[in-house]
T-cell receptor, first 114, second 111 residues
Framework: GNSVTQMEGPVTLSEEAFLTINCTYT??????LFWYVQYPGEGLQLLLK?????DKGSNKGFEATYRKETTSFHLEKGSVQVSDSAVYFC?????????????FGTGTRLQVTL | SQTIHQWPATLVQPVGSPLSLECTVE??????LYWYRQAAGRGLQLLFY??????ISSEVPQNLSASRPQDRQFILSSKKLLLSDSGFYLC??????????FGEGSWLTVV
């Protein structure tokens, strides 16, 4: 079956520190990969995505590269801000032919302090 | 541009009471619609999805049901809530099997 494994949190960083959140996946077929972010009390927002191997998704200073050989999609940011504090979800999407379905990781909470 | 709205945002319901959460999508036609649940300490679980009016697929057996009476309307219901139904419910949409976009979510507390 399909699954996503994320590093467990919480991750606590000082402002301007480098961020890496690891994500690996198992999938049948060729999934698209996503990072979603959930700010406190809010729904999920799409952060970035990649639809095929070697694609790099980027948004708001965050980046992730689709690595088929290591089945990974690690999230990185060079310099985090307090406003980046949130829960980050890695997910894969498989198109079943009737409807696409997302499989999520368990989420990683990031807390950035001054 | 497309937008998605769901309501109510927060509700507290007694055990055994009914539930109705509503979701509408604007700015598109014939979207795929989804209901997800995020329970405390757990990940996101797909509950239902719909590829068209009146077409509902259930992913997990439970105390909930879903309906799609109109093209852009998706409703999550229960006749009698259980404590275990508490959680954060998210409606979502997609077009053509591509990216899935989420609403603001509804917090349900069953007491």
């Amino acid at each position: 079956g399909n699954s996503v494994t994320q590093m467990e949190g919480p991750v606590t960083l000082s402002e301007e520190a480098f961020l890496t959140i690891n994500c690996t996946y198992t999938a049948t077929g060729y999934p698209s990969l996503f990072w979603y972010v959930q700010y406190p009390g809010e729904g999920l927002q799409l952060l970035l995505k990649a639809t095929k191997a070697d694609d790099k998704g980027s948004n708001k200073g965050f980046e992730a590269t689709y690595r088929k050989e290591t089945t990974s999609f690690h999230l990185e940011k060079g310099s985090v801000q307090v406003s980046d504090s949130a829960v980050y979800f890695c997910a894969l999407l498989i198109n079943t032919g009737t409807a696409s379905k997302l499989t999520f990781g368990t989420g990683t909470r990031l807390q950035v302090t001054l | 541009s497309q937008t998605i709205h769901q309501w109510p945002a927060t509700l507290v319901q007694p055990v055994g009471s009914p539930l109705s959460l509503e979701c509408t999508v604007e700015g598109t036609s014939n979207p795929n619609l989804y209901w997800y649940r995020q329970a405390a300490g757990r990940g996101l679980q797909l509950l239902f999805y719909s590829v068209g009016i009146g077409q509902i697929s259930s992913e997990v057996p439970q105390n909930l049901s879903a309906s799609r009476p109109q093209d852009r309307q998706f409703i999550l219901s229960s006749k009698k809530l259980l404590l275990s139904d508490s959680g954060f419910y998210l409606c979502a949409w997609s077009l053509g099997g591509n990216t899935i976009y989420f609403g603001e979510g509804s917090w349900l507390t069953v007491v």
